[in-house]
């Protein structure tokens, strides 16, 4: 008989206090690391192949090397992409990589996934610099479907920059894990300000992740907004770059560092988890990881504890009626709640006996409304709706609305989206983007995960209000694209630990 539980021996296990977020057993904010520790007793992301875009792994790293795989670099133009860091200031990517899969081998500390292979490709540093380089960069991201799970715990940029970086991510949606879809997560950023703008975070094709504190309180300088799918601990002690003179340094003589954190943690953490998922139920599709998150993740912050401390919106419940006799709970700040590796995997185990078609981009359904042209005006200082209709009934998972504005100062603007359901979410708050003429008569996709589980068709009302005088404009057009899946005949009911909380 299995044992019931595994805990690691690694020195610093007992430092890295994420596990007793990621593995809580029952609801609430309490430290738990039974439910991590019961997975990993049979799941430890073996045969999982990891792919990081980032400034390098030191791959040499004596609590990465067992795990690293060279055969998976990736190169560009007939030149090699080795996945090493270009110098000893470059240890980002080494950090992501330890919370994502260090190995357990009673030194050090261990990652969520410490059996899983891991593979760098630098985006960072070197002539495929995301920053000096943006079509080599492109390049590298035709790899993504080599692997099951990537990381990208890097910033975003508007979609009206650049969106062909999205095209790439639809592509190993696609062509990934057989056609079952890579897997991509990415960090939500570290500026506390309203990130749906930014075309991959508010793209289907990306897993985005916000951060919480060891309290499981959204951290003070976590990105927001409506296309979080959820959040993750914060992790701060992992894999440093080698010795003294490189890197973050602080523990374990300088090869660890309890320096690190950020959403740039939380997005590993969150990959591991799904290569924990993928290790238990390899025949899950991307869409099907994305709805396990959902509903696996846990309430947390105000939603338990009254705390509000930097949170920029408030927990409401969706029309989808399917999760604990109700709604799902969502929050701008965390998505639908904290992720649950307990919860996750072994929802995971028995999901293709509700569901057994793989949910993946052939099976994928839309539900459309326009592009309708709208010339309404927007008046100083007002709110205007514009309400349009969907025919098309699914059951949603995510939606874009790209609209077109001609406004002089576009982050005067606060911008709601409401469901025929009644889910009313913020699209956008006014605290990204830029007041100038630049601004003018361009289109903004903004994405949105907290219509998940609701039917599309009915009535949907988009609301617009001129915070802020002295100017005017025009909403000029919607797209509405809906995204999700036949209503199954026989509905399936999700209950989780949360039941309990409700219920009292």
Not at 19 to 36: E, H, K, N, S, V
């Amino acid at each position: 008989m299995p044992p019931r539980s595994y805990r690691p021996t690694d020195p610093l296990y007992a430092q890295q206090w994420h596990f007793g977020l990621l593995g809580r057993l029952g609801f609430g904010t309490a430290a738990d690391t039974t439910g991590i520790e019961r997975i990993w007793a049979s799941y430890t992301g073996a045969g999982i192949r990891v792919g990081i875009w980032d400034d390098g792994i030191e791959s040499s790293h004596w609590d990465l090397s067992a795990n690293y795989d060279p055969s998976r670099h990736v190169s560009v133009g007939g030149s090699l992409n080795d996945g090493q860091p270009v110098s000893a200031s470059y240890a980002h990517g080494t950090s992501v990589a330890g919370l994502i899969a260090a190995d357990n081998n009673g030194l050090g500390g261990v990652g969520g996934a410490f059996d899983a292979s891991l593979t760098g490709v630098r985006i960072f540093g070197g002539s495929d610099d995301i920053n000096l380089a943006w079509a080599r960069y492109l390049s590298t991201l035709d790899a993504l479907s080599n692997f099951d799970v990537t990381n990208h715990s890097y910033g975003g940029f508007p979609d009206w920059v650049a969106t062909a970086d999205v095209n790439k991510f639809r592509l190993a949606s696609v062509q990934g894990r057989g056609g079952l879809g890579t897997v991509n997560v990415k960090s939500a950023g570290n500026d506390n300000v309203d990130g749906n703008g930014d075309a991959l975070d508010a793209s289907r094709f990306t897993v985005t992740v916000a951060a919480v504190d060891s309290t499981g309180q959204v951290a003070s300088y976590s990105t927001y907004g409506a296309h979080i799918l959820l959040a993750a601990p914060a992790g701060s002690v992992t894999t440093d770059r080698l010795g003294t003179s490189a890197g973050y340094n602080g523990l374990s003589g300088g090869d660890y560092t309890n320096l690190f954190g950020g959403t740039s943690a939380a997005s590993p953490l969150t990959a591991s988890v799904v290569a924990l998922m993928l290790d238990a139920a390899p025949g899950l599709g991307w869409r099907d990881v994305q709805d396990i998150l959902a509903r696996s993740a846990m309430g947390t912050g105000s939603l338990h504890t009254g705390n509000f401390t930097s949170e920029n919106g408030r927990w409401q419940w969706n029309g989808d009626g399917h999760w604990n006799g109700g709604g799902l709970h969502f929050s701008v700040d965390y998505g639908f709640g904290l992720l649950n590796a307990f919860s996750a995997v072994r929802m995971a185990e028995v999901w293709q006996q509700f569901a057994p078609v793989a949910a993946t981009s052939l099976n994928e359904l839309q539900a459309a409304a326009g592009p309708l042209d709208v010339r309404l005006a927007l008046p100083d200082l007002a709110v205007t709706d514009y309400s349009f209709t969907v025919s098309d009934s699914l059951v949603l998972e995510h939606v874009d609305l790209t609209i077109s504005l001609t406004h002089q100062y576009f982050t005067d603007l606060r911008i709601n989206l409401i469901s025929p359901s009644g889910t009313d979410l913020v699209l956008y708050d006014g605290s990204t983007g830029t007041s100038a003429l630049a601004d003018f008569g361009l289109s903004y996709m903004l994405g949105a995960e907290g219509f998940r589980g609701e039917d599309s068709a009915g009535q949907w009302t988009l609301r617009i209000r001129d915070a802020r005088a002295q100017d005017s404009g025009t909403l000029d057009a919607v797209h509405f694209a809906g995204y999700g899946a036949a209503r199954n005949t026989s509905d399936v009911y999700h209950y989780t630990d949360e039941v309990l909380a409700i219920q009292a």
